[in-house]
């Protein structure tokens, strides 16, 4: 096979941002698949140019140049900068390729815009890819495994092409790592819900912890599993057979039913500063929480317990919540989440309005068939821009000042003052703090408080939200256009709009 010329590139950000939360995190959300698609095609003998998109850099000079195939790795609220960039490879001769959440989501929105779109990647996978690196059009090929690998190249193998991306973060470097893929539960609203749980091989964790040690004074690891711990001996055991104990500082998402206190407390001896379990409701979601015959007042009540003992042992806890799921109805919802936040001053809360990603979860089925998604543009649905869903016990305006009160109720002055008084160290406090002031916190409650006047003074926008037109409201039209920029004559035809019921439409097909 003939030496190819490949650009790997993972987009972090969907267009220029000065945040300061991108400037600090954004490249420490680093994705791991494209690294292991870098080192794959790398090892099979071609010439590899990688880059992380983060949004604080010039994209257009950043890009490899000349080259045959291109790899592009996207989370759906990136996926219209994806698509441009395509657009903008393919007119040069290359091929494209896309991966990533949006290509498992939307493949058969992406296949109109790329040549390959790939479903669960091995390494065979991205061989068919090399193999056959020819345009494939009008339509791209939908390439997936059956399921996820076995085994993935570890941090010493992708070294390569994660350190560049490192060191465009300015103080905290955290590298990202998998001990296993999929999870044993179950819920209906997640892309993980289908996928098996498969540990990977204990082995390369033990050489990678090994290896980051030469690399870092005191190294900083995130687990990107779905949910971090599920066979919690071998994972501790793999962890403390590798370094001296808190030689090493690991962020995981666990489920709260894993976090209990004895578990806890190796955990604190094994040097984990950050955890973010899911709580997602009040009303529903139990079965992951120790909760499930719980709700409302008193399932407030114990997880607050269990979430300030949690501090006992480890120093920051993101706790995350899902706005406007169809268990939730009135003010009750919203009122307790204030509460916990009263109760649990110290733990950050982590917001998502309800999203239906396309083909991610089985429950998107039932979504579609009563005709709820709606065609907000992939440009917003990254949980909080748009929610896709019209809220079964709540009209919009109602909804957004719910959303308002809680968010501003969240990041008050009071509330940020008992959040820095009860949080235990300085990185937690920093952390919070610039949560709060950046996009997350402030950044968040300005956009909710515009949908809410446009909602209120622009009947067509709310015919938009109400799905009686699908004619895209300017307001949104124009943060596209300005966050593509120069890429925005890149985007191809079409691309702004999507079938939001392809998933349905697909699934009545098959078992027609
Ligand atoms: S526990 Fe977490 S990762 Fe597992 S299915 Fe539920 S939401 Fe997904």
Redesign the pocket.
Known sequence: MAKLKIGVIDLVSKGPTNTLWSKIMHANLASIMPQVVATWCEQEGHEVKMICYTGTEDLHKELPKDVHLVFISSFTQAALLAYALSNYFRSQGAVTVLGGPHARCYPDDAIKYFDYVLGFTHRSTIQEVLDNCTPQRPLGKHLAAKGQPAQLPGVKERWKFMEPTLKKAPFLKIVPMLGSVG?????S?????VVPYQPLEYEVIREDLHFLLTKFKKPWVVWHD??FGVRFKDNMEAISSAAPPKSIQFIA?S?LTILTEDHLKVMEQNGFEALLP?I?SWYE?G??SRTAHLEGEEKVNRISQHVNMMFRYVPYVQTNFVLGLDSDVGDAPFELTKRFVDLTPAAFPGFSLLTAFGEAAPLNLEYQRAGRVLPFPFHFLNNHLAMNLKPKNYEWVDFYNKVIDLTAYTFSKKALYRRFMATPNFTSRWMNFMRAVSSEGYGRLRFYHKVRKNLIEDSAFRKYFEGETTLLPAFYRNIIQKDLGLWWQWLPQGALEHNPNAYLQKNQKLTA
């Open positions: 999870c044993p539960y179950t819920c609203f997640c892309i993980d819900s779905p949910n998402e489920s899911g997602e979601l079965n992951k």
